[in-house]
């Protein structure tokens, strides 16, 4: 009994410091490039990386990711406030290895975009994203936690086609359990030697009558 309680625990307690582990290295690596192109790209052309494949542009960004809504800041950082927190509050339902990664993108990339927000210039909540990365035939610059809020999008879209759920389970399962439950519903009925059915099954007749 004691092992079957302390397994879920565990597995929780891996998947929230998986996410929270994850969220972190991007959210370092946002930071740590971020103070790099601030103090080397100002007053400098662009930098043309790889024969143009990449571009270091270092621009201001008073919107969302890829300079969609430049007028709204405010209601920006306040939703992403919200998306945080939401994040938090459903991590305690994480059992799916790859809703743990996607989340934990997630919350690096809001996290990352929010500390601009929050202490940039002009001022609390109207701060501007620093972004500096910029791709051929692609309009916007961008920066290390737009490009993981897009992974995370990406990862989340597949996994919601493929009906994967944040518990790890699918429709599929949610189907069979029930039915398991009803042909099995103490792991007796129809179940193997040493359950219920097998205890039943292997007691000696004499000792029924």
């Not at 597995?11 to 959210?27: E, K, N, P, S, Y």
């Not at 809020?149 to 493929?162: G, H, Q």
Request: proline residues 6%; hydrophobic residues 50%; contains cysteine.
């Amino acid at each position: 009994m004691a092992a079957d309680t302390t397994r879920p625990r565990t597995r929780r307690i891996w998947t929230l410091a998986t996410m929270a582990g994850v969220a972190a290295v991007v959210l370092a690596a946002d930071a740590i490039s971020k103070a790099l192109v601030l103090s080397r790209l100002p007053g400098h052309p662009p930098v043309r990386l790889l024969d143009g494949l990449i571009t270091l542009d270092l621009t201001f960004n008073a919107g969302a990711a890829f300079g969609v809504g430049t007028s709204y800041t405010a209601v920006i950082a306040l939703i992403v406030c919200g998306v945080i927190a939401y994040i938090i509050r459903t991590a305690r339902r994480l059992r799916s290895r790859a809703w743990t990664i996607a989340l934990g993108l997630l919350l690096g990339g809001a996290m990352g975009n929010l500390g601009d927000r929050l202490f940039r210039a002009p001022g609390l909540l109207r701060g501007r994203v620093v972004d500096w990365i910029n791709l051929p035939h692609f309009p916007w610059t961008f920066n290390l936690a737009d490009a993981s809020i897009t992974c995370a999008a990406v990862l989340i879209a597949i996994l919601a086609l493929r009906g994967t759920r944040i518990d790890g389970t699918t429709p599929a399962h949610a189907v069979a359990d029930p039915a398991r439950a009803v042909a099995d519903p103490a792991r007796g009925v129809g179940g193997p030697p040493g359950t219920q059915e097998g205890t039943q099954g292997d007691t000696d007749p004499s000792l029924t009558r």
